[in-house]
């Protein structure tokens, strides 16, 4: 009897526990992410703020953090003018995939938007420092020509490991996959899709 109830205890110790874990979809192309994004833009974060959870909340499960940007430059899903306001949520608890952001810096971000117009940011999602990009992101990233993140989604070119053209194995962190998510743009030629500036990778 006590063999049975004992992972039953372990079991509800565990989920009384709060423990929660956060897991992404391993190493994504930027272009990919960018694809799969409902909004993408570059700002400055102008102000941070604390929405606390319930008072037995000690682990911040509940709690939100909320981040005022101002816009830079829109690229994708934001309705806001350059030089207006947008306030973006994460997550309270890092192991929710929450992130702590800098007031002060300026980002990229690339995240999702809820049913009810909240945008949300986490640790799976992309942000970066313009700095931290390489020349070829940041020409795909800022421009709407046929070498374009932007252009390129519109045109259904697919990324990943069953992908007929443009094959990326997120799991497979090596250095041809490190190449192709700094250099390469997956690009619509004719009827197929295709890599590009991959020819060192």
Not at 36 to 48: I, M, Q, W
Not at 57 to 82: H, L, P, Q, R, S
Request: hydrophobic share 35%; with cysteine; net charge positive.
């Amino acid at each position: 009897m006590v063999t049975k109830v004992l992972p039953l205890i372990i079991c509800l110790v565990w989920l009384a526990s709060g423990v929660y874990s956060c897991s992404c979809a391993g190493f994504q192309h930027p272009q990919d992410q960018f694809c799969s994004s409902d909004y993408v833009f570059y700002g400055k974060v102008t102000n941070e703020q604390f929405i606390s959870g319930p008072a037995d909340d000690t682990a911040n499960n509940f709690a939100t953090w909320k981040y005022t940007f101002n816009i830079i430059f829109k690229m994708k899903g934001i309705t806001e003018g350059v030089g207006q306001d947008v306030v973006i949520e994460t997550a309270g608890n890092g192991a929710l995939c929450g992130i702590r952001l800098t007031v002060g810096k300026s980002l990229i971000l690339m995240g999702t938007e809820q049913a009810d117009g909240t945008k949300r940011i986490g640790l799976c999602d992309f942000v970066s420092q313009l700095d931290n990009l390489t020349p070829y992101q940041t020409f795909y990233l800022f421009t709407r020509c046929s070498y374009s993140y932007h252009r390129n989604c519109r045109m259904s070119c697919k990324i990943g490991p069953n992908s007929r053209d443009c094959k990326y194995d997120p799991f497979n962190t090596n250095d041809g996959t490190i190449c192709l998510a700094k250099k390469a743009l997956c690009r619509r030629e004719g009827q197929r899709c295709r890599w590009v500036n991959n020819e060192t990778c």
